[in-house]
């Protein structure tokens, strides 16, 4: 079977962003700037983005490209022994776990969009979403969304994947640009402004351990590194690509958009509401959306919003579930279609589970998925170089231009001995903050 591949650079691009963009910076990004001090967590992810994210991107587009293949099949077939296939099932995993919570948010997201419509959440926004976010309702509405994303990987690559994203991708910038412009008009207090873009140096020396975990997890999850999923999308990749510039390209538009998120969402917080937040993760369905029920024109304002918060969601998803689709076609021989209908079977069930229990949610939505990231691209830029070795190196610089050739031997010492120490102590953070 003939392995499928991108039409044109621009289109894995669009692809790549929309799959770093997704519910990380919409609506993660917010709800943890929020409860990590505001503008003292904004510093740590912007430290975290340009010194792990874009070198741990790298590595992933490194092993993805040599290897043309999904995870498991990369590190089955390269350089090293059967035990790195391990590494490989945790991209599996990982993918999964995902998708397990993923769904279950992008469900509220096609709800809230509709009854953005019909004002459905205005009267009560915090009594609304306790009452749709768990049971039955988020159950049928991440049914909804999980049933889009799989129709769209279906189809394939070049037809489903780039087709859509190259119309999501845009969408996205164009909404929230315009949704930022008009936040700054209509919420005229500076709080929200201070809170987001005053730099806290007092909050961050207090609680440099959390916020620098809760800062490195959400760079890895927002760049879509550390589950597999942007390997997946490099084994698609020619060779006369510049990695390093795409990469680039990729972590720059993904960071401009979640910094127009907080320009959107804490102006209106703080406008109307008067704080950050409304508590943890429903703080996209409780504050903001009570926002919307006071503002003038807030049901047009409320679909916009929410209309692009589901772009994002997909085009994520649709990245996730590639991973573990890629896998089976590539290792097992099963048909797109067949893949995806078992993945999605599977995915009914794990995220009944999650749409059920606010307590599973809370722990697979949060530390879980932050530890599973980090572990996995810690794996990775250890495998890429001290396993790979100048197979990496000569990866990095194929259809790259001087540049790559500078700056290829430093960045496998970076991210073979500095960064793995660091992705360890955020690690440790991460788990000393839970203690």
């Known amino acids: 079977m003939e392995r499928e591949t991108w039409v044109s650079r621009d289109g894995f691009i669009l692809a790549a962003i929309g799959s770093a963009v997704g519910l990380g910076n919409i609506w993660r990004f917010p709800w943890l700037t929020a409860d990590n001090g505001g503008s003292a967590f904004l510093v740590a992810y912007l430290v975290a983005m340009f010194v792990v994210g874009i070198p741990g991107l790298m590595v992933s587009f490194v092993i993805g490209r040599r290897s043309k293949r999904n995870p498991v099949g990369a590190f089955r077939t390269l350089a090293g022994g059967p035990h790195w296939n391990l590494l490989g099932g945790l991209c599996l995993v990982t993918s999964l776990v995902l998708l397990s919570f993923y769904t279950v948010v992008g469900g509220w997201v096609v709800r809230y969009v509709l009854e953005s419509i019909t004002g459905g959440y205005f009267h009560d926004p915090a009594g609304h979403f306790s009452a749709i976010a768990f049971g039955g309702p988020a159950f049928f509405f991440q049914l909804v969304f999980l049933f889009i994303t799989g129709a769209i990987v279906t189809v394939g690559v070049q037809r489903g994947i780039e087709s859509t994203t190259r119309l999501l991708t845009p969408a996205i910038v164009v909404i929230f640009g315009s949704l930022a412009i008009w936040t700054w008009f209509r919420a005229p207090t500076s709080s929200g402004y201070d809170f987001y873009l005053g730099f806290d140096g007092a909050y961050l020396t207090q ?78 369905f409780v504050s903001l959306a009570g926002a919307f029920g006071t503002l003038p024109g807030g049901r047009i304002i409320g679909v916009a919003f929410y209309l692009t918060v589901f772009f994002a969601a997909l085009s994520s998803a649709i990245s996730i579930l590639e991973m573990p689709v890629a896998y089976l076609v590539d290792e097992h021989g099963l048909s797109r279609p067949v893949a995806t209908g078992v993945l999605t079977a599977l995915l009914v069930v794990t995220g009944g589970l999650n749409a059920f229990s606010e307590a599973l949610f809370d722990v697979v939505a949060g530390p879980l998925v932050s530890q599973l990231l980090t572990l996995g691209l810690l794996g990775f830029m250890l495998y890429a170089a001290w396993i790979l070795g100048d197979e990496s190196t000569a990866e990095f610089r194929a259809g790259a231009g001087p540049l790559s050739d500078l700056v290829a031997t430093p960045w496998r010492f970076i991210v073979g001995t500095l960064l793995p120490l660091f992705l360890l102590l955020s690690m440790l953070s991460t788990l000393a903050a839970l203690l």
């Open 207 to 284: 609680n440099y351990l959390s916020v620098i975990g809760a800062a490195s997890g959400q760079a890895l999850f927002s760049l879509s590194i550390g589950s597999g999923t942007m390997i997946t999308y490099a084994s698609y990749l020619g060779e006369d690509r510049s990695l390093l510039a795409d990469g680039s390209i990729i972590a720059v538009v993904n960071l401009g958009i979640g910094l127009l998120a907080g320009l959107v969402v804490f102006p209106l917080l703080f406008t109307v509401v008067g704080e950050p937040t409304g508590g943890g993760p429903g703080a996209l």
